[in-house]
């Protein structure tokens, strides 16, 4: 089942005949394209093409023909609430007027094994800042890709890093990436207006030098800068939530080169109310894959921890997590994640005992000492004393 365009014939045409139309018209008004390396990373606004789409269009037309096998689009959510996860279509596929494009369930599911994911068709169905940007990718790669749109609200520090650290994980040469953000949002319906309301060009001016200052971070690759910055300025960049992420998970050396800048109010002038535009590209080396994320011995340590503290709290007559030592754990298991501890029958394979934490809270070997325990403890309290 296709997940349907609720923007189309509104945010953009409705009609493959009138997108492919105004597709030649931006084409002809961006003239003769540069040859070079193709970009695996485009940063496109997602306001309504008549605002914003020639701008997008100047980052986007630098792909045409290229064969990528997949699109992943980090998108902020504007409708629904979002804390500490991703949220990606339950649908096989997404349509627009062009036709649809697939899921790439396999590589979601594998995104899902190490990152927090949810899916929520209502939350792709109500948000532009991904469907905007379906068309404009189909119009450049065809209909032969397949796509994994992830929708985001606020992300902690720690899903911050764990999210950034799967991206980084997954992401090869065969996969573009991109990041769907507008830029400031200027005036009293955005709350935002500390250059004045006058709306002239001096509004416009420094909205632009605040919005460069951005964008420099970005395009030095500095998450922990631009962060700050966003804190600092209360800058209404909608979508720094992507942009931070995507940040996070590029590998050193990762550039990211402006194409255009434009505003919503650059037509008529009237900059009391207007909303900025970014177009950009970058080039990535993604290490992509490097193993497991524990290696066999990484795991056959968790295992013996498991054993010990349940051992260790029956041993002492208490359901809390024994506190065993755990000075030896390897660095991998001192990384913050969630774990879960299932207990079977030896014999027959039933399950006795299954409880976790889905949240990054502490580092994982503490995380499954504990956990065995509490796994332990759901063979219920005649069980747990009969161990003893």
């Not at 064969?67 to 998108?75: N, T």
């Not at 804390?83 to 995104?111: C, F, Q, Y």
């Not at 992830?150 to 950034?164: H, I, P, R």
């Not at 990041?179 to 250059?195: A, E, L, Q």
Request: charge should be positive; glycine fraction near 10%.
């Amino acid at each position: 089942m296709a997940l349907g365009s609720t923007i189309a014939g509104t945010w953009y045409p409705g009609a493959e005949r009138e997108i492919r139309a105004l597709a030649k018209k931006w084409e002809a008004a961006c003239g003769e394209a540069k040859s070079g390396e193709k970009p695996n990373v485009l940063v496109l606004p997602h306001a309504g093409w008549a605002y914003s789409g020639e701008t997008a269009w100047t980052a986007v037309r630098t792909v045409c023909g290229a064969k990528f096998r997949r699109v992943i689009v980090l998108a902020p959510s504007h409708r629904a609430w979002i804390e500490n996860r991703l949220v990606a279509p339950e649908a096989d596929a997404v349509s627009t007027p062009l036709g649809e494009i697939k899921i790439d369930r396999d590589w979601l599911d594998r995104l899902a094994l190490i990152a927090p994911v949810a899916r929520n068709d209502r939350v792709h169905s109500a948000e532009h800042s991904a469907q905007i940007e379906y068309p404009l990718l189909q119009l450049a790669l065809g209909n032969g890709f397949t796509v994994v749109p992830l929708v985001m609200g606020s992300l902690g520090q720690d899903q911050m890093g764990m999210c950034a650290r799967a991206l980084a994980r997954l992401m090869d040469a065969e996969t573009l990436l991109v990041i769907s953000s507008d830029f400031t949002h200027y005036g009293d319906d955005f709350s935002y207006t500390p250059f004045g309301k006058s709306g002239g060009e001096d509004v416009r001016r420094k909205v632009a030098a605040s919005d460069d200052e951005a964008f420099q971070l970005i395009a030095k690759g500095d998450a922990d800068s631009f962060a700050a910055f966003i804190k600092r300025t209360g800058a209404t960049i909608c979508g720094h939530v992507p942009i931070e992420l995507a940040l996070r998970a590029f590998p050193k050396g990762a550039s990211i080169v402006r194409q255009k800048y434009a505003t919503s109010s650059d037509g008529d002038g009237d900059y009391s109310r207007f909303v900025c535009y970014v177009a950009a590209i970058g080039c990535v080396k993604w290490h992509g894959e490097t193993g497991a994320v524990l290696s066999a011995d990484d795991r056959a340590y968790l295992l013996r921890v498991a054993r010990a503290s349940m051992e260790k709290a029956v041993r002492g007559g208490s359901r809390r997590s024994a506190g065993i030592d755990v000075s030896d754990a390897p660095k991998s298991t001192r990384a913050k994640m969630g774990a879960f501890v299932t207990l079977n029958d030896k014999a027959t394979g039933a399950l006795r005992g299954c409880i976790g934490e889905i949240m990054p809270m502490r580092p994982l070997v503490e995380a499954v000492a504990a956990r065995a325990v509490d796994s332990f403890a759901c063979l219920g309290t005649r069980a747990w004393w009969n161990t003893r």
